[in-house]
């Protein structure tokens, strides 16, 4: 699960993620996301890749079933008219779901390159307001150690949800896209 927590500096970063270190999350399960990356600077903290702020695989999915249908139907035209005397067999169909699936995937990722991960979207406001937020990677059974430990270490720190690490590429979530 993904434990989400707005911030409103990256100020208190360094005490936080010690205080949930201490109490047994890996600090490789602790990120942060800042829309300024000096924000970073003189914090020994973990910055959120690329796939967690970013809707690359999210996208991805989606271009790749889009390519998916796309290929079926068009392998369906292709045998029904069979144009240019092709023979349409099995072979020519897989290189076709083959061609229209990776094409389908590649434009989604370039789409999701430019667009906050859907998971996020809801908080780029704030995140465009100079706040950050701190994405814990944990399971159910450090739920409320760690929901307690930044309640009473770091009452600023305000609980925005829990959102599964699970990318569903059927969830139609708006996302919004990055400036850059």
Not at 22 to 38: D, P, R, T, V
Not at 104 to 124: A, F
Request: hydrophobic share 40%; charged share 20%; net charge negative.
């Amino acid at each position: 699960m993904q434990y989400q927590f707005l911030l409103n500096n990256l100020n208190e970063s360094d005490r936080l993620e010690d205080s949930l270190i201490k109490q047994g999350i890996k600090a490789s399960n602790i990120h942060f996301i800042s829309e300024n990356s000096a924000d970073f600077a003189g914090h020994r903290v973990h910055e959120a890749s690329i796939i967690e702020e970013r809707d690359v695989v999210h996208k991805l999915e989606r271009g790749a079933i889009v390519g998916l249908i796309t290929g079926c139907l068009l392998s369906w035209l292709l045998y029904l008219n069979q144009p240019y005397g092709w023979q349409i067999n099995g072979l020519n169909v897989v290189f076709i779901l083959f061609l229209t699936i990776g094409f389908g995937g590649w434009i989604g990722g370039l789409i999701g390159i430019s667009h906050r991960n859907y998971r996020l979207s809801d908080k780029d406001g704030e995140l465009h307001q100079g706040k950050a937020m701190m994405l814990v990677y944990s399971d159910k059974q450090h739920e409320s150690v760690i929901k307690n430990t930044i309640a009473v270490q770091f009452p600023d720190a305000q609980f925005v949800g829990i959102k599964s690490h699970f990318d569903n590429p059927l969830v139609g979530k708006k996302t919004v896209p990055l400036e850059m």
